[in-house]
Nanobody
Framework: QVQLVESGGGLVQAGGSLRLSCAAS????????MGWFRQAPGKEREFVAA????????YYADSVKGRFTISRDNANNTVYLQMNSLNPEDTAVYYC??????????????????WGQGTQVTVSS
């Protein structure tokens, strides 16, 4: 099992940038595909981005494509979400997640079973 702790959230003006980090514990972090999800008030949790265990395959929601970049540093058990050109619609609690399967070669929006506690991102207009 992988334990996940997010950080890097905060308040930013529209057009600004933030980088979220997700620190993982557990010796098998590098074996799991990882993802980021978000949940805005009154809305369901939605997929944001994912990448394969090696980082060679990535997948983004249409709403963030071209603005957000997911990456990972397996040596330091960390996954990142670089968020640029933020707008108020990006306001949400952002969650890091680990996939249920190890050594998944392609990124996917389904199958994530381990979650962090979330970090708040607020974008002001």
């Amino acid at each position: 099992q992988v334990q996940l702790v997010e950080s890097g959230g905060g308040l930013v003006q529209a057009g600004g940038s933030l980088r979220l980090s997700c620190a993982a514990s557990g010796r098998t972090f590098s074996s799991y595909a990882m993802g980021w999800f978000r949940q805005a008030p009154g809305k369901e949790r939605e997929f944001v981005a994912a990448l394969s265990w090696s980082g060679g395959s990535t997948y983004y929601a249409d709403s963030v494509k071209g603005r957000f970049t997911i990456s990972r540093d397996n040596a330091n058990n960390t996954v990142y979400l670089q968020m640029n050109s933020l707008n108020p619609e990006d306001t949400a609690v952002y969650y890091c997640a680990a996939h249920n399967l190890t050594f998944l070669r392609v990124a996917t929006r389904q199958g994530f079973g381990s979650w962090g506690q979330g970090t708040q991102v607020t974008v002001s207009s």
